[in-house]
């Protein structure tokens, strides 16, 4: 049975998810693309090594971080989903909390979604 593309985008969301949780260097590194620009919770713009730095950073470890809201829309061979972060964090031993909202844009390339 082929999967929808829904089914396929939620498991790669789930999978991303759970990497940057668990600071998963190697698997982030593999689902996104040489080409990713993303933006951070401060606003600023990063690249696909500053998206891991920042997910995968020493002084900060993930209580909770869960996906919620998600919305997709597919074009052709394009998805984009828009959901919601929820999160709890430990950086320098302060706990914080909140939600932030995130819109993923992911493509087709050899047979799969990056």
């Known amino acids: 049975m082929t999967k929808s593309v829904e089914n396929i985008m939620f498991e790669r969301e789930s999978s991303l998810t759970l990497a940057e949780k668990n600071g998963d260097k190697k ?10 620009v993303g933006i951070l919770s401060n606003g600023s713009r990063v690249g696909k090594n500053g998206f891991i730095a920042a997910f995968c950073n020493p002084d900060m470890s993930f209580i909770s971080l869960e996906i919620d809201d998600l919305n997709m829309r597919a074009v052709g061979d394009f998805v984009f989903v828009v959901g919601r972060s929820i999160y709890q964090i430990k950086i320098n031993n302060e706990i914080t909390s909140g939600s932030a909202q995130f819109i993923d844009y992911w ?4 047979g799969k979604y990056r």
């Open 27 to 36: 698997f982030i590194a593999e689902l996104i693309d040489d080409d990713f």
């Open 107 to 110: 493509s087709l390339k050899s």
